[in-house]
């Protein structure tokens, strides 16, 4: 066992100090065969479109949690997010950047529900070399993204329902990260002041 | 039960979501402390995880949350609303700042943990490691 060989275990490693030091970044090549590899073992596993973006959801969610925790730490001010827009901002912003290199490009709020929320990015690292086949019809593989923010979310505090669509918009597309909050977020976030 | 003299003692519990994660005793001392004892311990603490949930305040260390009889219970909650609580009683004198340390060495301790893949978020830790470097911290900062 490497545990008789090696005295130091994660407990004993540095959390890590920032994003911008080298050692912190992942090739994105890396990053897309996983993820490759990782659609391909559930594909095979099922027999719709929609348990596959479920799968794929459900992967995201533990990474969500765990980014939240290790996200908060980072930030190294020992607070935590109990305001929605706030908590939004949070993903939007550094959950964003820190995944993906760069802030989600814009956060919106719907107009029709005032429970509903987008975050919008250009170029999902997840489906940025993936091609659909017409027999999957409606499968976005972003699902992995929407249980990402779902975990975190969840995780703070503001359970909330994600789903990712893409949408046209003139001669490109871009991914949309639906956001649904659970009505106890919307009734709490209207008493808290400040 | 003792009502008139608390026990002495200095229990710390990690509460997820639905049940205790972790726990344990950091109290030094050698003589065992009475069931009654134990069970009154526990008693306090979760009825103060009902004050915690109420609280409204952006920051992870909420200081006491809850004071019965001589039995005070600290709490730090972290971004993933996982509960560390410290019960501990107004005789032992903990300075603030001391608790504050314990916890946040505890907090990025929890944090590391929690990074390896193959733990469940939000399930028991039953990790040896982690319990021994909690006491030593426990040692270091509250002794």
């Known amino acids: 066992m490497s545990r008789f060989l090696s005295n130091s275990t994660i407990l004993d490693r540095p959390v890590g100090r920032s994003q911008r030091s080298a050692e912190q970044n992942v090739s994105l090549s890396a990053f897309s065969y996983l993820f490759s590899e990782m659609v391909q073992y559930h594909q095979s596993r099922v027999d719709s479109v929609s348990a596959l973006e479920h799968r794929l959801e459900a992967a995201g969610y533990g990474v969500g949690l765990k980014v939240l925790e290790l996200l908060a730490y980072r930030a ?19 959950a964003w950047k820190a ?3 760069k802030a989600a490009d814009s956060l919106e709020k719907s107009i029709d529900h005032a429970d509903e929320f987008m975050i919008v990015d250009y170029a999902p690292i997840t489906s940025t070399s ?7 019809g409606g499968l ?23 789903t990712a669509h893409t949408v046209e918009e003139g001669d490109r597309k871009k991914a949309v990260f639906l956001v649904k909050f659970a009505a106890s977020v919307m009734s709490r976030d209207a008493t808290i002041i400040g | 039960m003792t009502s008139s003299s608390s026990p002495s003692s200095l229990l710390f519990v990690i509460v997820g979501s639905n049940e205790p994660l972790f726990e344990v005793d950091l109290q030094a001392s050698s003589q065992p402390i009475s069931d009654a004892a134990t069970r009154q311990s526990y008693f306090v603490l979760h009825s103060a995880l009902d004050l915690v949930e109420r609280s409204a305040s952006n920051q ?84």
Request: net charge positive; aromatic share 12%.
């Open chain 2, 60 to 143: 992870m260390y909420l200081k006491i949350v809850d004071k019965v009889n001589q039995q005070q219970v600290s709490t730090f909650l972290t971004a993933g609303n996982i509960k560390l609580m410290l019960l501990h009683n107004v005789h032992q004198n903990k300075s603030e700042e001391a608790i504050r340390q314990f916890f946040q060495d505890v907090y990025e301790l929890y944090v590391k943990f929690s990074m390896n893949p193959f733990y469940a978020y939000d399930t028991p830790i039953i990790s040896e490691a982690f319990d021994t470097r909690v006491r030593a911290l426990g040692r270091k900062y509250l002794s």
């Open chain 1, 76 to 94: 190294r001010d020992y607070t935590r997010q109990t305001k929605l827009m706030n908590m939004l901002q949070f993903v939007s912003t550094t």
């Open chain 1, 140 to 162: 976005s593989v972003d699902a992995y993204i929407s249980g990402i923010i779902a975990g975190m979310l969840q995780g703070a505090g503001f359970p909330a329902r994600v």
């Open chain 1, 99 to 101: 995944l993906f290199g």
């Open chain 1, 130 to 136: 993936v091609s659909v086949p017409a027999d999957l």
